[in-house]
Structures are given as structure tokens and as C-alpha cells.
């Protein structure tokens, strides 16, 4: 991603040219923010990893006798079906897929926001254009098997200078139908969470924390916000895959300021069990999956080293917190994720915003591997033992921290679980699949300039313009 992962994420491929690496203190923030919108942001942002710079180097061992990397291909990718035309030219246009739909909101230089939905097979439309409105600008398009969300912000005055995380509105559709369905509003630092059967939304303002049928937007459940407010609320995930699109495991986790930790039925709200950790500070970051919850903060004030700590929310009260690793002074740890069973993963960051990227095997309470990241590193994405590092440069490595993948300019996303897709991100390029975990390259074919990022699935790549919205076969 670019250097600052609160931008409006759907843009930042337009913007990476432009962007400058960030400061200490702005990856710091984001590295706590990111767990205040885990499900969305992770999912979101994974298949946009964008870095700022040129050129690119491929780690991998030599070939072996009769191994070579396959030819290279220079014809353009295969497009699927006729360009969808917008029929004006727009400010920004953003994609996104769900299962065999590819979903394209676009915004007219008059402010009116526009959605469509196209069959990934074919490249038909899959149901008539719909309107949203006209606004400021548009933050986000973004598919779910169960909804499709348009984030708008309605206001663009009202956001502080610097500050790329604004009150929005969103709306929500029917993916199959593109129905309307209902609308809700966020503030810049609430937290949601994305479950396959509700949105579950804390209010930074209140406290409060409600669940809502994704179908009639419905209010499923409510809990006050008191005075104990909530710090962070949490998905469970998994452990060999930090970037789900929504949560399947029914368990909601609320940390509280006072250090109490809530762990609640996600569809109904009826409490599971409590369980204690330090209060956190300002500072702390927390991420939950596997039945743990692991949370890193400050022992003391500004001075004091980080400490990361790991909490089993089983039983009746959880078990007793356990330390896993404690910096050094002056070092902090930006963002955290799972990154394999029995592993956490989390991005090491020292005053002049040097980073490392640290493994730890939680069950020995050891470190596994340490691997450099340069300046500027911003977050991680983990999936089936590969870990993607964002930043000023894009880093791939394998379960081990070996370096596989160093890209400095263009995009990467996820095509498999043993593949990746490097694009040529704005100019014009190739695409080429990399092959995990040895990093061997594939050129699946050209592409044009693109003005805003591709989306993709397995075989299909979806490309927005400000004219149009292309879709192009990877599979031939």
C-alpha cells in the first residue's frame, strides 16, 4: 500500500506517484487505526497494495535442470466481453469484486455517484445502473456475498487538513438484484465489523455498540456505551488468513479501557465469558483470531518499551495474559496479524520509521525470524504461509521471512493461495503471476494506462477508467 494506509483507499492507486513516504508518527497512527476497522480494511486494502518508487526485484532460487520460468508473453490480456461506457467522463471510478460479479461505482464531475454490476463470465451487465446521489466524493465500493456497500462523503469541508478518514454514509445493496436495501452512517474512527449475518458498528462518539441485519438493516442487538468505553471491537478470525471479507466465527470481542474484555455471541450480543488484560493506552494495538486475543501497548508513558501480550479467551474468564515480547524503548509496534497457527505476526517500528517485520511462535514465547523492511512499512497481509508487507515498497515473504518478492512500483494481489498478480499499477505494463513460494514469473499479457486500480479474482481482472470499466481474462 501506499505509505499511509487512512487514505481514501479506493484512490490510492490514482495517487501513489504523488504520495511521500510517511513520517514516524503518521505510521504510527496508522498502525492503530488499523485494528479499529479490521474486517473492512484488511479485506479492502489487500487488493490494492499499491508502492511508491520504480522498479522490481524477484528473490528466488536458481532453476534447476529443465526448470525455467515458462516464455513471456507481450500480447494484451484478453478482454471479456465490450468496455461498460460510464457515458461521461468521470472524477473517480472504483471496482470491486463478489463471487461471479464484478461491481463498479463511478462519480460524474457534477458529484452524482453512479453503481452497476457486471457478470464476471460473460461481461454483461447484470442488472440496470443505479444512482446513489450526488456528493462530495465517493470513499468506497466494496462487495460482500451478502451486501454490496457504497461509501459516500457527503460533506468534504468537513474533514480536518491532513485527515483521510471521513464521516461517511453508506448504502447498502442487494448484490444479486441491486436493490437498495438501507443506509447507515460511520464516523471517522468507528469501528465495524463485518460478520456473514450482521454489521456490528461501536460508535467512537457514544461508545455504543449495535448489530444490524445486513438484509433490512434491521437493529439485531444494542449494548450502551457506559461510562468503561469501548477501546477496540473485534472479529475472530483465522489463522491462515488475515484479509477475510467478513468474519464467520460467531464470537464478537469488545475491549474496554478499564482492560476488561468482552467476548459476546455476535448475532445475538449474549455474553460468553470476560476476561482481563492491562488497560490499554493510546497506543495499543490488538488483533483476535483462533480463540486469542493479542493486544500490544506501552508498559508506561512515551519512555517505556512496548509490550505484546497474548490472552486464550476459552472457559469461563479466559486464561491468565501472557507475555510474548517486549521491546526495546523507542521502538513500537505498529500493526499486528496472524500469520500462520500458533503465529503472530506484527510490524516493528523504531523513531525514523524503520521497520521490521517480526514472527513469533506464541506457544514457546520466542521469536521465529525478524526480516528488515525498509522505511516506511505500513502494514501486513498474511494468507497459506505468505506474508505481504506494505510501505514504501511492496515485500513478499515466505513462512520462514525469506525474502521472495521486492516491488518498488505497480500493484500487488492475491490471484490463489500459491499465486500472486503483479500489475504495472497506473502506466501501462505487463501483468505476470508469480508463482509461491519461489517467486518464479509468468507474463500473462499487457495492459493499458489505467487511471484507477484493478480488481481481480482468479481469472478475471476488472479495470475502471474515467471513461469505462474493462474486464480482461487471466486464464487465456
Not at 25 to 37: L, P, S
Not at 213 to 222: H, K, S
Not at 276 to 287: D, E, L, N, R
Request: one cysteine or more; a neutral charge.
Amino acid at each position: 500500500m501506499p505509505t499511509n494506509l487512512d487514505q481514501l483507499f479506493e484512490r490510492l492507486g490514482q495517487q501513489a506517484d504523488a504520495i511521500p513516504l510517511a513520517t514516524a508518527e503518521q505510521a504510527r497512527d496508522h498502525g492503530r487505526r488499523r485494528t479499529r476497522r479490521q474486517a473492512m480494511i484488511s479485506a479492502a486494502l489487500a487488493v490494492c497494495l499499491v508502492a511508491v518508487g520504480v522498479g522490481a526485484t524477484l528473490y528466488r532460487p536458481r532453476h534447476g535442470p529443465g526448470q525455467t520460468a515458462g516464455p513471456a508473453s507481450t500480447r494484451p490480456l484478453p478482454e471479456v466481453g465490450s468496455p461498460f461506457r460510464f457515458g461521461a467522463e468521470a472524477r473517480q471510478a472504483l471496482s470491486t469484486i463478489a463471487g461471479p460479479r464484478a461491481f463498479t461505482g463511478w462519480q460524474t464531475g457534477d458529484g452524482t455517484i453512479r453503481v452497476t454490476a457486471a457478470d464476471l463470465h460473460t461481461g454483461k451487465p447484470a442488472w440496470a445502473t443505479r444512482t446513489v446521489g450526488r456528493f462530495d466524493d465517493l470513499a468506497r465500493v466494496y462487495a460482500l456475498p451478502q451486501a454490496l456497500l457504497v461509501s459516500v462523503v457527503p460533506d468534504r469541508d468537513a474533514i480536518p487538513l491532513n485527515d483521510y478518514n471521513p464521516d461517511t454514509t453508506t448504502y447498502v445493496y442487494d448484490p444479486a438484484t441491486g436493490k437498495l436495501r438501507w443506509k447507515y452512517a460511520s464516523g471517522a474512527s468507528d469501528d465495524e465489523v463485518f460478520h456473514d449475518r450482521v454489521l456490528v458498528q461501536t460508535s467512537a462518539k457514544t461508545g455504543a455498540t449495535t448489530a444490524y441485519d445486513w438484509v433490512t438493516g434491521a437493529v439485531r442487538w444494542t449494548l450502551p456505551g457506559g461510562s468503561d468505553r469501548t477501546v477496540s471491537t473485534l472479529g475472530m478470525g483465522t489463522a491462515d488468513n488475515s484479509m477475510q471479507a467478513s468474519f464467520t466465527d460467531d464470537r464478537l470481542i469488545r475491549v474496554l479501557k478499564s482492560g476488561q474484555v468482552q467476548v459476546r455471541n455476535i448475532t445475538t450480543g449474549a455474553p460468553l465469558l470476560t476476561a482481563k488484560i492491562p488497560a490499554p493506552g493510546p497506543a495499543s494495538v490488538f488483533v483476535a483470531y483462533d480463540g486469542q486475543l493479542f493486544d500490544a501497548g506501552r508498559t508506561g508513558d512515551a519512555t517505556t518499551p512496548f509490550r505484546v501480550e497474548g490472552t486464550k479467551l476459552t472457559g469461563d474468564g479466559g486464561d491468565p495474559s501472557s507475555g510474548l515480547l517486549v521491546l526495546p524503548a523507542g521502538r513500537e509496534v505498529q500493526s499486528m496479524w496472524q500469520c500462520g497457527s500458533g503465529r503472530l505476526c506484527l510490524l516493528d517500528t523504531d523513531g525514523s520509521a524503520s521497520s521490521s517485520v517480526v514472527a513469533l511462535d506464541f506457544a514457546q514465547r520466542r521469536t521465529l525470524w525478524r526480516a528488515d523492511v525498509g522505511i516506511g512499512g505500513a502494514d501486513g497481509y498474511f494468507r497459506h504461509g505468505t506474508t505481504v508487507v506494505g510501505g514504501s515498497q511492496l515485500l513478499v515473504l515466505d513462512q520462514n521471512g525469506k525474502k521472495v518478492l521486492s516491488l518498488q512500483s505497480g500493484g500487488l494481489e492475491w490471484l490463489s493461495d500459491d499465486a500472486l498478480l503483479a500489475t504495472p499499477g497506473t502506466g501501462a505494463g505487463v501483468a505476470t503471476r508469480v508463482h509461491l513460494p519461489d517467486g518464479r514469473q509468468t507474463v500473462l499479457g499487457t495492459l493499458p494506462a489505467q487511471q484507477n486500480p484493478c480488481r481481480n479474482n482468479a481469472d478475471r481482472l476488472v479495470c475502471p477508467s474515467d471513461t469505462d470499466v474493462r474486464i480482461f481474462s487471466l486464464s487465456g
